[in-house]
């Protein structure tokens, strides 16, 4: 099976084979990625091999550190692993972020074309949406979604959390920096980040797109071949 996932600063996809029960192999292709050292993290990704399928799109957390990987294949490796393990035929998340950092925003998500969640922020706080009124998009919040809502549910959710987590990137012109390091303070966030590894990170240049007015331009990257599950 195939997943991918794409915005404005990056697309990534995921190759998953696995025997109805476990993982057999999994391989990643960066697409497009802000920093040079981001495709090397598709190593990482083979040590979820071997691991259960599960409905949780977290469980890939208990096999591996998600501080050794690429945040964005480790998240949709997740979404693939419980992709599989409901062995649907297709999922299409389509999340859009409205609003400047640190400001009311508005976060929404359309799960395979219909509208399914609305969330105003003010900051990292989310308001006005049952059950999620009053909820922080940090520390807890996905553990406290899988404990309190359905499977389904507690996983749009998750994508929409990410999605509005690194939904800043957008105002950020990145072409301007040359290292991870002028962006953010190195502190192993991710493989890029770790220590070591950020010091001989060379940003791509041209990676980052706007998708504002053209978000149909997306699914134009789209794989010709879908893999069944």
Partial sequence: MVGELADDAQHFRVRLRHDGTRVTSLDGEAVRHPWSTCAEAREPLRELEGMRLSR?????????????????????????????????????????????????????????????????????????????????????????????????????????????????VRFFDLDGYERPGDVTPIGGQCFTYTDGVAQRAQRQRGSKRDYTHRPEALLAEAPHEREPA
């Fill in 56 to 168: 949780r799109c977290t469980a890939v957390g208990d096999v591996s550190n998600a501080r050794h990987h690429c945040t964005h294949w480790f998240d949709l490796a997740g979404l693939a692993v419980a992709h599989a393990a409901a062995a649907r035929a297709s999922r299409e998340y389509r999340c859009a972020v409205w609003g400047p950092p640190g400001q009311s925003s508005t976060a929404t998500l359309e799960r395979d074309g219909e509208p399914l969640l609305v969330w105003r922020l003010e900051g990292m706080t989310i308001r006005g949406a049952a059950p999620f009124d009053g909820r922080t998009l940090k520390d807890a919040f996905q553990a406290w979604a899988e404990a309190e809502l359905d499977p389904d549910l507690a996983e749009a959710a998750i994508v929409l959390r990410r999605a509005a987590y690194i939904s800043p």
